[in-house]
């Protein structure tokens, strides 16, 4: 089936160790986007890649890793995790953004992850 | 930087009822508006995307509207259903930055 999907769904995981979450889209759309949710701040863009090998930061990329090798996968690691990391976090694929011909963004159900 | 603020927070309506969502934004320089939907547990559909140069679109029984000079947008939704219920957020897209507001809960009662 097309889509979108992040793995794990679920993760716990102590302070100081790196964690990836894998994002997958079989659409092969040009962006992919990582998006963390918090209550009291909302969703916020981490990192968004425009490409195979091209990445930039978004709002809060402090603490965060992303590469991207095939247009299909964008994974993102935590090299050292810290309590603040917990959150729910999203990634998202679009054909088109950052331009006035932008194309909706499609989410994935998302990783919830705990760090104790 | 952009600010998105959503009103209300939360909304309780019978169902049938017409109503009215709303989002605000403080910088007007933006390429789009997208309209969300997030049920509990779940990642964000895409509703409707109005671009900047287009002040509104429709899509079944939902109708969003785009001012940009005044820095609003409005969700429209037409006789509302009990699966209507979940949360609804607005995103503002600018120069390589997409700005969420906190969503406003919509609860439609049977």
């Known amino acids: 089936d097309a889509g979108i999907t992040q793995s794990p769904r679920y993760k716990i995981t102590e302070t100081g160790r790196q964690v990836t979450l894998m994002c997958h889209q079989t659409?092969?759309?040009?962006?992919m986007f990582w998006y963390r949710q918090d209550l009291g701040h909302g969703l916020r863009l981490i990192y968004y890649?425009?490409?195979?090998?091209?990445?930039d930061k978004g709002e809060v990329p402090d603490g965060y890793v992303v590469s991207r090798s095939k247009t299909e996968n964008f994974p993102l690691t935590l090299e050292s995790a810290t309590r603040s990391q917990t959150s729910v976090y999203f990634c998202?694929?679009?054909?088109?953004?950052?331009?006035?011909?932008?194309?909706?963004?499609?989410f994935g159900d998302g990783t919830r992850l705990s760090i104790l | 930087k952009q600010e998105v603020t959503q009103i209300p927070a939360a909304l309780s309506v019978p169902e049938g009822e017409n109503l009215v969502l709303n989002c605000s934004f403080t910088d007007s320089a933006i390429y789009n508006l997208q309209w969300f939907r997030q049920d509990p547990g779940k990642g964000l559909t895409s509703l409707l995307l109005i671009q900047s140069s287009q002040r509104e679109q429709t899509s079944g029984r939902l109708n969003a509207s785009l001012d940009k000079s005044s820095g609003r947008s409005t969700l429209y939704i037409a006789a509302s259903q009990p699966g209507d219920s979940a949360t609804y957020l607005c995103?503002?897209?600018?120069?390589?930055?997409?700005?969420f507001g906190a969503g406003t809960r919509l609860t439609v009662k049977p």
């Open positions: 659409w092969s759309h040009s962006y």
């Open positions: 995103a503002v897209s600018g120069y390589y930055d997409m700005r």
């Open positions: 890649s425009a490409a195979a090998d091209i990445t």
């Open positions: 998202a694929s679009s054909e088109l953004y950052g331009t006035g011909y932008d194309q909706p963004q499609h």
